[in-house]
């Protein structure tokens, strides 16, 4: 009876030892794990296609019927130049959808105009900071260990680059995980000096994310290129921030 219960002892052990050791390489794993790249999605891209396609349409339609009811072809039709006519107008309507197409898809990408508070409780709006230039935001907060893993980094790129791109240090300011008070504590002693702002939760609902950190970074023309989810380690970030500068 001894050496059952003793073999049945040293098995509970063993493996809560074991479970112990999973869950702490589990949290290793994920407050380290590199960033996932994605395409930004903004959610106005999802109601774009119906209006959008119908204006193509439009001057698809309009154009045919000016090509055939040309007056060179009812006077001269074995005249070149209602040959000419003829060819030109299917040409022009394979054309214009593509330069459409692409006017929608560059409209969809852009960066929406969110309106942020600063700390101090001031506000502003996202091309109100961005001013012209390429932008990175970074959606953080205080409590979670993978942001304040890529922070310093950030930090230093924003001390590089801060005059030739704008930085917007977003925080999930929730009212519950993190407050005023705990994310102006963070930043007066982890020290951080980058700009932070909040939002109403417009970023999240936005890019339809919860993930913390997500980063998107946005060309000089306010069209969102690249994002990711979770730390961007240091050699990313520089290369993508030299990206928007070329």
Same mark, same amino acid.
């Given at each position: 009876m001894k050496k059952n219960t003793r073999t049945l002892l040293i098995t509970s052990i063993s493996f809560a030892v074991l479970i112990i050791i999973v869950a702490i390489a589990y949290n290793m794993l994920k407050d380290t794990a590199p960033a996932v790249s994605f395409k930004p999605t903004l959610v106005s891209e999802a109601?774009?296609?119906?209006?959008?396609?119908?204006?193509?349409?439009?001057?698809? %339609?309009? %154009?045919?019927?000016?090509?055939?009811?040309?007056?060179?072809?009812?006077?001269?039709?074995?005249?070149?130049?209602?040959?000419?006519?003829?060819? %030109?107008?299917?040409e022009a309507t394979q054309e214009e959808p593509k330069a459409d197409a692409q006017a929608q898809e560059d409209q969809a990408s852009v960066m929406p105009n969110l309106?942020?508070?600063?700390l101090d409780g001031t506000t502003t709006t996202f091309h109100e900071v961005r001013d012209g230039k390429p932008a990175v935001i970074n959606y953080f907060a205080s409590w979670c260990p993978p942001c304040k893993q890529e922070l310093p980094h950030f930090q230093k790129a924003f001390d590089e680059y801060g005059d030739q791109i704008s930085f917007v240090f977003l925080d999930a300011l929730d009212g519950q995980r993190?407050?005023?008070?705990?994310?102006?504590?963070?930043?007066?002693?982890?020290?951080?000096?980058?700009?932070v702002y909040y939002d109403q939760g417009e970023f999240a609902m936005t890019f339809q994310t919860n993930s913390l950190p997500t980063t998107v970074f946005i060309d000089k023309e306010g069209r969102v290129v690249k994002g990711y989810l979770g730390l961007v380690p240091e050699e990313v970030l520089y290369a993508d921030l030299q990206e928007l500068l070329d």
């Open positions: 109601q774009a296609p119906e209006p959008k396609t119908a204006e193509v349409a439009q001057p698809s %339609s309009a %154009s045919q019927p000016e090509a055939t009811a040309s007056p060179a072809l009812d006077q001269t039709p074995e005249e070149p130049v209602a040959d000419n006519s003829v060819v %030109s107008g299917p309106p942020l508070t600063r993190e407050t005023l008070k705990t994310i102006t504590a963070f930043i007066r002693d982890f020290p951080f000096t980058g700009p």
